[in-house]
């Protein structure tokens, strides 16, 4: 099943419709936009192919469309163009489910050719102007710009120092928010939430920072998701250790001589954020009434709302049964998100919050109306198990376990699981690639190494300078964990990962003989030219995560597959897209070579139109079982019986 599934991203609810964006595996990867008129209506494809909504701002996007009334606003990747279509007054015929808008879309800008590249990403509509307001990355910097929705080329509104996005207009349309980082941070490191006044001429003016901290700043903090509630501005604030909700109160009428004060709405030990990889994450949102938010505790997500208590707010969970979270949106007592559970597959969880003294009415749509087969019992769902252990330096660290069919025992193979960023997580909803290993008497670990989201900003930065160290400790040792527990084979165990999560497969081969076979989708394997790469949102990541470049490169070289290749003595299969153009394909290569040269057993896997993730239903299946197939033959495992 892996791969069939659309992947649903930013749900987001406008009056009574709701839209979303699905990427279409089966269609190469293609992302189009719905729009469900009403409750119980059918949806309507908005963008139907070969329309593809994607951004390249920073190479990874996010935030590729926006709704006001009645207009939309896309990204569309064959041109890279922004586009305006007026939604239809009236929903479509039950029998046309797919039936599309009367109106055309209109180009409203025109490409940039000749001339520098541009992309654009993160917008909103500013309807008392009339224009879209957005990033635009454009000769290696970010830039606020408008563009009309009339059509016309972008008006330069503000132009930050570097990395600028997520901006918010005040209920008024006089104030407009956003958060600014800089280089050699990343947002989540540091990060500041500007500002400004927009003058009766749409003009952006005594713009300021209010919140987070730069780089001359002794202390690092971050913010994400500044979001207008009614005429206070909220955001998550993790300067007491955790991404918790702050509300600056009458923001919409603050005076730019007067100091921003901040009121912490709940302070406990969870993350109400996480990395801002892409643009259009949401945690938290308004309905108009009541703030309600997904909040990270220990690796798990749950949903609840900011309730009064007296003059503080109380937090209350609803009770839903999910607990991976993503994509929230609120509007009038309506609620949407993209959830899952460890037995159902991501899908659109739409809730009716009522007054709060009636019972809670949701329910949950899946992506995939069956991600898993038919003749598959719930019971033969493999369901993580937390799994606590001591990691590098002996600190508490943390994973899932999901035990192979049949349960766990000594002889299983295992397969331990990194995630990239490396600032990620490790989450819960059911995944279908997970249950391909189990279902064939795989145990998996799923690590949340020191470095991983949901656990606080000094979980975090665990890995500061000792990305190479921490995690591959933290990984090898929940493997360890897992043998000592009776689990698994010591005999029997295999990494795999992407990207970052790729490079730590690589340095755990290299650490010693616990991982013993290792599977890399485009994987980092040189760390110097990692740094000295042209990818401009990481350019400076590894200063924190390994040291300062160029000043630590006696760090970068000891720290590189590609420096201790005759360290690697298990078997490896690589797999790279040939349009990436975060890590290119040639580090792969090289490494591929290389272990070849010093006889190691190596697979190389080349994809054509593939980037830095894999996009294709195709493709996705055959990483897979090339993959398990590989460490089968390795490990002289028979085939699973039927």
């Not at 989201?453 to 964990?481: I, K, M, N, P, S």
């Not at 698994?488 to 490079?503: H, L, N, Q, T, Y």
């Not at 153009?581 to 054509?608: F, K, N």
């Amino acid at each position: 099943m892996v791969g069939r599934s659309p992947v649903l991203k930013e749900p987001k609810l406008v009056g009574s419709r709701l839209f979303w964006l699905e990427q279409r595996p089966s269609e190469q990867g293609r992302t189009t936009l719905l729009m469900r008129p009403g409750v119980g209506e059918p949806p309507i494809e908005l963008t139907p192919n070969p329309a593809d909504l994607r951004s390249r701002v920073h190479a990874y996007g996010g935030g590729v469309y926006a709704v006001e009334g009645d207009t939309l606003v896309y990204l569309d990747d064959r041109d890279r163009c922004l586009w305006s279509l007026e939604l239809p007054a009236t929903t479509a015929a039950a029998s046309e489910p797919a039936a599309l808008p009367a109106a055309q879309p209109r180009r409203l800008c025109e490409p940039a050719d000749p001339g520098p590249p541009r992309a654009f990403a993160d917008g909103l509509i500013d309807p008392r102007l009339g224009r879209w307001i957005g990033v635009m990355e454009q000769d290696g910097r970010d830039q606020l710009v408008a563009v009309p929705l009339a059509g016309g080329e972008p008006q330069l509104l503000h132009a930050p120092a570097d990395f600028c996005g997520y901006a918010v207009l005040a209920p008024g349309g006089r104030q407009l928010a956003w958060v600014e980082w800089q280089q050699p941070s990343m947002p989540w490191e540091r990060s500041q939430l500007w500002l400004g006044q927009l003058d009766d001429d749409g003009r952006l003016r005594q713009a300021r920072v209010i919140a987070g901290s730069g780089g001359g700043d002794a202390v690092g903090v971050s913010v994400f998701q500044p979001l207008w509630a009614g005429a206070d501005l909220v955001v998550a604030n993790d300067h007491s250790g955790w991404w918790n909700l702050e509300r600056l109160e009458a923001a919409e009428t603050l005076a730019p001589e007067d100091q921003a004060t901040w009121q912490p709405l709940l302070p406990m030990a969870a993350e109400f954020a996480l990395p801002q990889w892409v643009y259009g994450l949401r945690t938290t949102a308004w309905d108009g009434r009541q703030l309600v938010a997904a909040a990270c505790r220990e690796g798990r997500w749950e949903l609840g709302r900011l309730e009064p208590e007296g003059q503080r707010l109380r937090w209350q969970p609803l009770a839903v049964p999910f607990e991976d979270l993503a994509g929230l949106d609120a509007h009038h007592g309506r609620v949407v998100a993209i959830a899952a559970s460890a037995t159902e597959g991501p899908g659109l969880l739409e809730l009716s919050l009522g007054d709060g003294t009636e019972p809670l009415h949701w329910r949950h749509t899946p992506a995939s109306p069956a991600p898993l087969p038919a003749t598959w019992p719930a019971e033969a769902i493999s369901r993580p198990q937390q799994l606590a252990f001591s990691g590098h330096g002996d600190q508490p660290a943390h994973a899932w376990f999901y035990p192979p069919a049949g349960g766990a025992h000594p002889q299983a193979p295992l397969l331990v699981k990194g995630h990239s960023g490396p600032t990620g997580m490790a989450r819960t909803g059911l995944s279908p690639a997970i249950q391909f290993w189990t279902s064939r008497g795989w145990g998996v670990v799923d690590v949340n190494y020191g470095g991983s989201t949901g656990f606080g900003r000094a979980y975090r930065e665990r890995l500061d300078g000792q990305w190479g160290v921490v995690d591959v400790a933290d990984c090898t040792a929940a493997a360890r964990a897992v043998v000592a527990a009776g689990w698994a084979s010591a005999e029997r165990i295999a990494m795999e990962g992407g990207s970052a999560a790729g490079f730590t497969v690589l340095e755990a081969l290299a650490s010693g003989d616990t991982i013993r076979a290792g599977a890399c989708r485009y994987p980092v394997t040189d760390l110097t030219a990692l740094a000295q790469g042209e990818h401009r949102f990481e350019a400076r990541y590894c200063d924190t995560l390994v040291g300062p470049w160029p000043a630590a490169a006696a760090t970068y070289q000891a720290r590189s597959p590609m420096q201790h290749v005759d360290r690697l003595h298990a078997p490896v299969i690589l797999f790279h897209g040939l349009d990436d153009r975060v890590v290119p394909p040639e580090q792969s290569e090289r490494l591929a070579l290389a272990l070849g040269e010093h006889g190691v057993p190596v697979q190389l896997h080349l994809l054509p139109g593939e980037g830095h993730g894999f996009r294709s239903q195709e493709v996705q299946q055959r990483v897979l079982e090339a993959t398990e197939a590989f460490f089968r033959h390795h490990f002289s495992l028979q085939e699973p019986s039927a």
